[in-house]
């Protein structure tokens, strides 16, 4: 009992995410491998982004009259601004792909199939220890379809809120009780959200597991299991048993960093086993850290990311251009000072500026900027350059180093904080290890070395290459020049733009092309021009007796010289003729 109490002390978690139950209403499927599948046909119909966007927004309730009310009720409605979420293109991202592993992971875990049945038989200590064969079939006779995938970045960048809001999407359960007229009586755990734990151990996290499960599901796994003085190896096919009775569809650990403080060996064997439930077991996992995680996810994690078309992510701060404008001019919107301030470029610049385009800090800036105007400014509650530097300086002093260092942009001083910027070489082996290309957004994607594993938008990426060939560039060289171009830009950059900008860099490098070995056509051209001088100086070395161009001669000849010629080759009158005719 005192070990019980122990336990519960030291790992008492409450799941930080806790989503919605719901009774199974099957609807029927489009695609053929995921019919007849009661896990798959629960889930909510496919979204397109359009009501992906409408969704996961989160707008603050927000009208002009509400700028008439008292100071403090203002200060409440502000307060708003916290929970807002603004969907961005890494948000539809994340959705769409999680939309995809969780469906497909699925697809080998149809729990009326007879290989799913034979593992309860055959025992998870047994499949574990077995792994998979040369066809990646495990003892059960089942081929996971299970794919993983990490998504890092830079603190404050939204990576928990995008991943958050893509799985409240779906209902946390769903309560199963007759599927095709058959009794199935399951609950389906579709998602669980973890935080790695605070000690980094295998135990921790299986510990958390189960308390988590228990807290949704209303079970009692930890009492059964965790206080009985089980070790990990007793845990961990607990814990693989668990997630395939309740069909659990995506397994999300965030914070994921914490694993650099374990002791030696300790993060491998953590990663290693998430590996094991995605390519043995078959259960999606996503990880999410900052850029601190890179260099251990680069190592035994990868091995889940082979070949499953799922490659990992990384979402930097916004650079200054279209992504950032949309998402300030949005959030400038709501505004509750008594008179509204109009958004300057000044004030776009030095918001960036000052938040460095990480979206927390923005958002909690123009808070805070609202806040003090409110409270301590003139009658009028104006936001001003000035007042946005003064908050800044008073109120976000513990992050002004870290912003100070990527204003400098200076790269020494980068490394120093790494959950703001990857070291290169580790990013480097990073993306040399990725079997899978990398969806990279924000600021680092125009500084990134090794270009071919980064992914592109493939459409823009089509549409750009067909361009390039009408302009008359190879197909080898329209491809290459593409990629140069979507590197440079952030995804969702307008196509017009894009294409403008690749036509200028045709023309470029057709100059430069003509500049150091001239093309036929040019040679042509400057042939028959050296041609035309060349003939125009022999003709003017021989004339006719009569041509006019020998009437000027030099560019030195003066008028009344070229008045006597003309009168000698008799095309204008003399003065004699001329006292003829009065």
């Not at 659990?248 to 060996?265: F, H, P, R």
Request: net charge neutral.
């Amino acid at each position: 009992m005192d070990r019980k109490t122990n336990l519960e002390t030291m790992y008492h978690y409450t799941p930080s995410l806790i989503g919605r139950q719901v009774q199974a209403e099957y609807l029927q499927q489009d695609i053929a491998g995921y019919k007849n599948n009661p896990f798959i046909e629960a889930l909510p119909p496919i979204l397109e982004e359009e009501q992906v966007a409408l969704k996961i927004a989160r707008f603050p309730d927000h009208s002009d009259g509400q700028r008439k009310l008292g100071k403090q009720t203002r200060l409440h409605l502000i307060q708003q601004i916290s929970d807002y979420v603004q969907p961005l293109p890494s948000h539809l991202v994340v959705e769409q792909r999680l939309s995809r592993m969780m469906r497909h992971g699925y697809k080998s875990r149809n729990p009326l199939s007879r290989e799913s049945v034979k593992q309860f038989h055959i025992g998870f200590k047994s499949i574990l220890e077995s792994g998979v064969n040369d066809e990646g079939v495990n003892l059960a006779g089942i081929r996971s379809t299970a794919s993983g995938f990490a998504i890092l970045g830079v603190s404050g960048q939204g990576k928990t809120t995008a991943v958050e809001s893509s799985l409240l999407l779906y209902p946390q359960v769903i309560h199963h009780s007759t599927y095709q007229g058959q009794p199935f009586i399951r609950k389906q755990l579709v998602w669980l959200k973890l935080n790695c734990p605070y000690d980094g151990s295998l135990k921790g996290l299986c510990i958390n597991f189960l308390q988590a499960v228990d807290s949704v599901l209303e079970t009692n796994y930890f009492g059964k299991f965790a206080s009985k003085g089980a070790s990990v190896d007793m845990l961990l096919p607990v814990m693989a048993h668990i997630a395939t009775l309740h069909g659990l569809g995506t397994l999300v650990i965030d914070e994921i960093q914490n694993l650099s403080y374990m002791k030696s060996g300790g993060a491998e064997r953590m990663l290693n086993y998430f590996t094991q439930l995605i390519n043995t077991i078959g259960v999606p996992v996503i990880l999410i850290g900052t850029f601190k995680a890179m260099k251990l996810l680069s190592g035994s994690f990868s091995q889940a990311r082979r070949s499953t078309g799922q490659g990992d992510m990384i979402m930097d701060r916004l650079t200054e251009g279209e992504e950032w404008d949309f998402f300030i001019q949005e959030l400038w919107s709501y505004q509750w000072t008594c008179t509204a301030t109009k958004l300057t470029e000044a004030l776009k610049r030095e918001i960036y500026e000052l938040s460095q385009g990480i979206v927390d800090i923005a958002v909690k800036l123009y808070m805070l900027a609202q806040w003090e105007v409110i409270m301590y400014g003139d009658n009028k509650e104006r936001i001003t350059v000035v007042v946005l530097k003064e908050v800044a300086r008073r109120h976000m002093q513990l992050v002004q180093p870290l912003l100070k260092a990527l204003r400098r942009n200076d790269p020494a001083a980068k490394l120093l904080v790494d959950d703001l910027y990857p070291q290169w070489n580790v990013l480097d082996q990073y993306l040399r290890n990725a079997e899978e290309k990398v969806n990279v957004q924000g600021e680092i994607r125009s500084r990134l070395m090794r270009d071919e594993k980064i992914e592109v938008d493939q459409q823009r990426y089509l549409e750009l290459v067909r361009t390039a060939i009408d302009f008359g560039v190879p197909a080898e060289n329209a491809e290459q020049l593409v990629k140069r171009i979507l590197l440079r830009n952030e995804m969702e950059g307008d196509l017009v733009g894009l294409r403008k900008e690749l036509i200028h860099e045709i023309e470029l490098s057709a100059a430069a092309e003509d500049i150091c070995e001239p093309s036929e056509r040019t040679k042509e051209l400057t042939e028959k021009k050296q041609q035309r001088k060349k003939n125009r100086r022999t003709t003017s070395n021989i004339l006719e007796v009569d041509d006019l161009r020998k009437a000027v001669t030099s560019s030195k000849a003066k008028s009344d010289e070229i008045y006597d010629n003309l009168i000698e080759f008799g095309m204008v009158p003399s003065e004699e003729d001329l006292s003829k005719l009065i």
